[in-house]
């Protein structure tokens, strides 16, 4: 900690404690502690700290060819993007690095689109966003940010963007009628915001709105996807599978234009992002026009296929949907009724406690300290909001585990104050 705080940039504020190694939900810090993981790298590590097919693929790849560059062709890529497109029914992927990356690609996508196929006059095109959102850092996303932190002294802001109060289709339907609109950028659940699940209605409402209005509608699924909530997508709506291999049920399924996808992608071992589409908006971009180095590289390429096979051979999906409900009505009767706890919400293994106390209060961080002490690791969000979001191996035994500690620290806590 001294050595990061002597020799390194001062943009993160961790919870203190320093880890060495982890291997499913648990994670060991450099004295041998161990800990629940109940934040899994924001949704990065979703098949669980070191999966050894996913480890064995990087290590297998990593000692076989690294890197190419798209300059030329690579064994692992083309495999890679059938089986991507194929999972998730689309025609076309483009494979970045960051979800930022893919955030900013699905921007430059649109706004092709937008020229090329809608015919909006040059320069002209205006994205949808929502408030309280969160898609990345770079300068031309924070230019669309509600977040102070996030934009605040990293002027002038990037223009194009329009920004609408999240889960309200009447103002998604007036920033519509600007003809010039040519998307619609949002994520099926707001995590960063302290994970705020919209109406059951909003998305495929949303979805049909852009339809009629000739607008592409883009989901950012980097945190809600692969089978965070329950299902491969949080658009997949509450399909009702029973096997955990959610096939898009039509009757729940509401298909994005754009869909963004990262973190989990590669099981939390390597940068891997993706951008799927079909072809009549994918392939407005043409050779020259976007790209990167590391991205679609042999090792991320090989990583992303492990990845998603756990996800389906382990059926997490299924175990996700079931520990999701564990965990909100084992906490909502061991805390729900303290003065402490504002509320208890969210889908599947993303989850949240709203702690009674104002977001500039240090009550949420001090009590993920006292979690530490007690062996669960979670982090605040947004100051009095706390997010849990476990890698989806967790099982039945382990959640109860970390309930009963939870409810010991909660509890203790509240007497205390």
């Not at 402490?340 to 949240?352: E, M, T």
């Amino acid at each position: 900690m001294d050595l990061e705080a002597r020799f390194g940039a001062h943009n993160y504020h961790p919870l203190p404690v320093v880890l060495e190694r982890g291997e499913g939900v648990m994670v060991w810090d450099v004295e041998g502690k161990a800990y629940f993981d109940f934040l899994s790298a924001y949704s990065a590590v979703n098949q669980g700290h070191g999966h050894p097919r996913i480890v064995g693929a990087l290590v297998d790849q990593a000692q076989t060819l690294a890197l190419t560059s798209r300059a030329f062709y690579n064994a692992q890529l083309g495999p890679f993007e059938e089986a991507i497109t194929a999972r998730f029914g689309y025609d076309k992927v483009l494979a970045m690095n960051s979800g930022a990356e893919a955030v900013e690609t699905a921007i430059k996508l649109c706004r092709r689109w937008a020229y090329d196929v809608k015919g909006i006059p040059a320069n002209q095109a205006k994205i949808i966003v929502c408030g309280e959102n969160f898609h990345g850092r770079t300068s031309t996303i924070v230019s669309f940010s509600s977040d102070p932190d996030s934009y605040a002294g990293f002027g002038p802001y990037m223009p194009g963007f329009e920004r609408i109060p999240y889960n309200d289709i009447p103002a998604l339907e007036k920033a519509l009628q600007d003809p010039h609109v040519a998307g619609f950028l949002v994520e099926p659940i707001q995590g960063e915001a302290g994970v705020v699940v919209p109406d059951g209605t909003y998305i495929s409402e949303a979805a049909a709105l852009c339809r009629a209005h000739q607008v592409l509608w883009m989901a950012d699924e980097i945190q809600t996807g692969i089978g965070r909530t329950g299902s491969w997508l949080a658009t997949c709506g509450d399909c009702g599978c029973q096997t955990g291999r959610c096939e898009r049920n039509p009757e729940t399924y509401t298909r994005a234009d754009i869909l963004i996808l990262g973190k989990a992608l590669s099981g939390g071992v390597y940068p891997v992002s993706a951008v799927l589409a079909d072809d009549a908006i994918m392939l407005t971009i043409k050779p020259g026009q976007h790209g990167s180095t590391f991205g679609g590289n042999p090792i991320a390429a090989k990583v992303a296929q492990a990845a998603l096979a756990v996800m389906e051979d382990e059926e997490l999906m299924l175990n996700a949907r079931e520990r999701g409900v564990q965990f909100r009505e084992g906490l909502a009767q061991r805390i729900g009724t303290l003065k402490l706890v504002q509320g208890i919400r969210g889908k599947g293994l993303l989850n949240a406690v709203l702690i009674n106390d104002s977001p500039e209060s240090s009550t949420a961080w001090d009590l993920c300290i006292a979690l530490r002490d007690a062996g669960i690791l979670a982090k605040p969000t947004h100051g009095n909001i706390i997010r849990f979001a476990p890698p989806l191996v967790i099982t039945e035994a382990q959640m109860e585990e970390a309930l009963n500690r939870m409810e010991k620290v909660f509890t203790r806590f509240e007497q205390t104050r």
